[in-house]
Every structure is written in C-alpha cells, then in structure tokens.
C-alpha cells in the first residue's frame, strides 16, 4: 500500500446549499486548513449521517469518509449542518426563535456519536452554520459534543 498523503488530515460534510458552500473555503483558511481539506457535499450535510432521508445514505456517506482515508492521513472530520436547510424543511418548519438551532444541534450530536462509533480514530467537530440573509452571509460555529 502506498504511504497515506499526510498533507489533508481534515474531511468536511457539507450541504451542498451554495449559501454555505460559498463561505466555507474562507472558513477553513481561518482553522489553517486552506487547500488541505476532502469535501463531501450532501443535501443536509450532517442529517445524511443524524436522520437519512432513505437507507443507504448513512452508509454512501460513511464510506466517502473511508475512501478518503485511504488515501489522504485523516485525522478529524467536521460535520456541518446550515440554517434553514432545505433538507429539514427550511427555517419556517421550525416554531420559536433557537428552536431550529436547538434541533440541529441535536442532529448533530447523534451525527457525531455514529461517526465514532464506525470510525473511533477520526476526531468529530460539530459545526451549525447560521445564514445572516440580510448580509448574505454564513458563519461557522463550534457545536459541543454530548461525549466531549
Ligand atoms: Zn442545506
């Protein structure tokens, strides 16, 4: 087997959403990571691993990860769910103010815990991205995780 490419460590799970797409490079320039990332682009991101829409995308997704990691030296992941993702219904499918934030929150942890539980070497980092319509304009933000 060839020696691993030891210069990407990070795999990032996205929606494909290009609000969020759009200011993610940037980001990961921030956590130095510019140039050094695999990117999985999936509606929902995150929720693919929390609550696939149908069977088989848990697993197409956890598998993207393990291919990566058989040729790039991985050593963490960053799951990421957006703001009024189109997967979970937009933010009109959610009640009161934090309520959506809340849930994806969630969402994220039992994403985390499944990333863990199939792939215990990989650090997980959970990311909820609000989108500021006003400005155009996403953010990434540290999400603490349930066994962390
Ligand atoms: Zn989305």
Request: aromatic share 6%.
């Amino acid at each position: 087997m060839e020696p691993r490419d030891t210069r990407c460590r990070t795999i990032v799970l996205s929606c494909l959403d290009y609000r969020v797409i759009a200011g993610l490079p940037a980001w990961l320039a921030a956590q130095g990571l510019a140039g050094r990332f695999d990117l999985v682009a999936a509606a929902g991101g995150a929720k693919n691993l929390a609550s696939p829409r149908r069977g088989g995308d848990r697993d197409f997704i956890l598998e993207q990860f393990a291919i990566a990691g058989r040729f790039h030296a991985l050593e963490e992941v960053i799951l990421i769910i957006h703001e009024d993702c189109q997967a979970y219904g937009g933010r009109q499918a959610f009640g009161a103010p934090g309520q959506e934030r809340a849930h994806h929150e969630q969402e994220l942890r039992q994403a985390g815990e499944i990333v863990r539980a199939k792939l215990p070497h990989l650090r997980v980092r959970l990311v909820f991205a609000p989108l500021d319509p006003a400005a155009d304009a996403v953010s990434f933000e540290a999400v603490r995780g349930a066994t962390q």
